[in-house]
């Protein structure tokens, strides 16, 4: 079973690297297939092979942040060299025309980007996101994420068992670089959430003032995207299934943690009741993504593989599993509905949903036991 967790992490982070070398590529080459079967085939074989050659820990721990500065560098690239009005990724512009609308007293969810996308996320996601509106520049909370990554990385560099893996497919991801120029922001979305559950697998949930704050942290942190009632319903159940919280803890727990996330909509509820009636996030997603009928399935599926979980290691998996499924799902009704070229080439589909679970999954596979070559040579 360990074995099969580990292939199959291994083989969502390559496809998603996959499917963006190549949609990305293929609009500036002819080769755009060749240069993405290349690396595809380059990441296998530094995987296959990763024990040929091992790295010390000092070594791993510069390799990764050197990795984080590189990032970091494309940052400041990206600032002085490429215009926001020149993207055609509206995920900064959904951004700043929902706090421009908010600054205006207006009603938020009516704002719409510079190419006419109406606001999804919910509104704890576009608080995270003003402060680097108001300094402006975006970039740096698109960089947020790779840097929590990197951090949690180099402290378990000691035990990392795919050191050579992780540091070349950091390195050569594709994504990252669309992510950091594009400003987009889905992996520090999803960093964060991981962050908030790599602290809760050792937090005392014996009543306290950090027992509340906790609580409403977690509440706010799902008012970013509700996708990640998936994760969540992973690792709470998982947590009463495996006797790891008391059935009351958890309930007093999860009731704060509703309050929270409620609170983030009193004041559109409060001050705009019969605009949001009209138009919210969760009209928004059933609306413009995939029908109501597959996110009931999504969660069906997480409460499934809750089951599964068995480690604390588990729920890290199965949390990057149950995201990398339901994108899987949402990319598969627009595929059949509409077809290849339209869904993937010409963007019907946001493959960046993708990346939601890439720190989950990163962060299981820097914990994992490693497989012989050999193993995986007959496999």
């Known amino acids: 079973m360990e074995s099969f967790k580990k292939y199959t992490t291994v083989f969502i982070l390559l496809f998603i ?17 060749l240069l993405s079967l290349g690396l595809l085939t380059l990441q296998i074989a530094v995987y296959i092979f990763q024990e040929k050659k091992t790295i010390s820990k000092s070594n791993l721990k510069k390799g990764f942040l050197a990795i984080g500065v590189l990032w970091f560098l494309l940052v400041l690239i990206t600032h002085y060299k490429i215009a926001l009005e020149s993207l055609n990724v509206d995920r900064w512009s959904v951004i700043s025309s929902f706090i421009e609308e908010c600054l205006k007293g207006n009603y938020p969810y009516y704002a719409k980007s510079h190419s006419g996308s109406v606001p999804g996320p919910m509104p704890f996601y576009f608080l995270l996101a003003s402060p680097f509106y108001f300094i402006g520049e975006l970039a740096l909370f698109s960089y947020i994420g790779y840097a929590v990554i990197t951090v949690l990385l180099v402290k378990r560099s000691d035990n990392m068992k795919h050191a050579n893996f992780m540091l070349f497919y950091l390195l050569t991801s594709v994504y990252v670089l669309w992510e950091l120029v594009v400003r987009s922001n889905i992996f520090t979305n999803a960093a964060l959430i991981l962050l908030a559950f790599i602290y809760l697998e050792d937090f005392d949930f014996r009543y306290s003032w950090k027992f509340w704050l906790m609580a409403f942290l977690t509440g706010f942190m799902l008012s970013t995207r509700s996708v990640f009632i998936l994760p969540y319903t992973i690792f709470f159940l998982s947590y009463l299934l495996n006797k790891k919280v008391k059935f009351s803890k958890l309930v007093q727990f999860l009731l704060l943690a509703v309050a929270g996330f409620s609170l983030t909509f009193l004041p559109l509820v409060t001050f705009f009741k019969e605009d949001f009636l009209k138009i919210n996030p969760f009209i928004v997603e059933s609306t413009f993504l995939i029908p109501m009928g597959y996110t009931v399935f999504f969660i069906v599926l997480a409460l499934g593989l ?74």
Request: proline share 1%; net charge positive.
């Open 17 to 33: 690297n996959f499917i963006f070398t190549y949609k990305y590529t293929i609009r500036i080459t002819n080769l755009a297939g």
């Open 306 to 379: 809750s089951f599964l979980v068995k480690s604390s290691e588990d729920r890290f998996f199965y949390s990057g599993l149950s995201l990398f499924l339901s994108i899987l799902i949402y990319s598969i009704y627009h595929l059949v509905k509409v077809g290849f070229q339209a869904a993937y080439i010409d963007s019907l589909i946001d493959i960046s949903y993708f990346i939601l679970c890439v720190p989950f999954l990163i962060y299981y596979l820097s914990g994992a036991k490693s497989v012989s070559a050999a193993k995986i040579s007959k496999s």
